[in-house]
């Protein structure tokens, strides 16, 4: 049986036709997928990179590296997540609502995370850094689905909720 042979560089130019198509705002959900994972790989080099530097090189305490490496990491998140991931949509929050539960969802991850770096590598028998690269490593599911559905969604979806009223609750008419 012989081998296909490809053109020098086809392979090279589909790779490349298949990240325009997925970096398009009309790529829909595979492409809003594939860039949130770029965004959330980009805050989390940023993230472990600057945790580490702070709490190996520098010294500070690890929790508190955590704290810069995070916040550095998300503030750099957020921004790419209303530039890019999500663009091309208008949103039904507005930028301070967005930001705001952004927050919170960032604080839930942050006191997950901090409670199980100082709780569980003891219980465990492990170092602080496989517990914290564990919850690095658990969280971008949860995160794609919380953001897109509660924080960076777009008008429409506010109109049109998943889920219908409970039996007997009326809603307000949009007229």
Not at 65 to 74: R, S
Request: charged content about 10%.
């Amino acid at each position: 049986m012989g081998s296909l042979q490809e053109a020098p560089g086809a392979t090279t130019q589909r790779v490349l036709a298949a990240a325009r198509r997925l970096h398009s705002p009309g790529s829909g959900l595979m492409g809003e997928g594939f860039r949130f994972l770029v965004t959330g790989g980009v805050a989390v080099v940023i993230n472990v990179a600057l945790t580490n530097v702070l709490a190996y090189v520098v010294g500070l305490p690890f929790e508190l590296a955590f704290a810069i490496g995070l916040g550095t990491a998300v503030t750099t998140q957020f921004a790419l997540f209303r530039l890019w991931v999500w663009r091309g949509k208008e949103f039904a929050l507005r930028l301070h609502h967005q930001a705001g539960r952004f927050v919170l969802a960032v604080a839930l991850v942050y006191g997950l995370t901090a409670a199980a770096t100082s709780l569980l590598p003891s219980a465990l028998g492990v170092p602080t850094e496989v517990v914290y690269l564990a919850c690095v490593a658990a969280s971008p599911g949860v995160s794609f689905l919380i953001s897109r559905h509660g924080i960076f969604h777009p008008e429409e979806d506010a109109e049109n909720p998943v889920s219908p009223a409970p039996v007997g609750v009326d809603l307000p008419s949009h007229n």
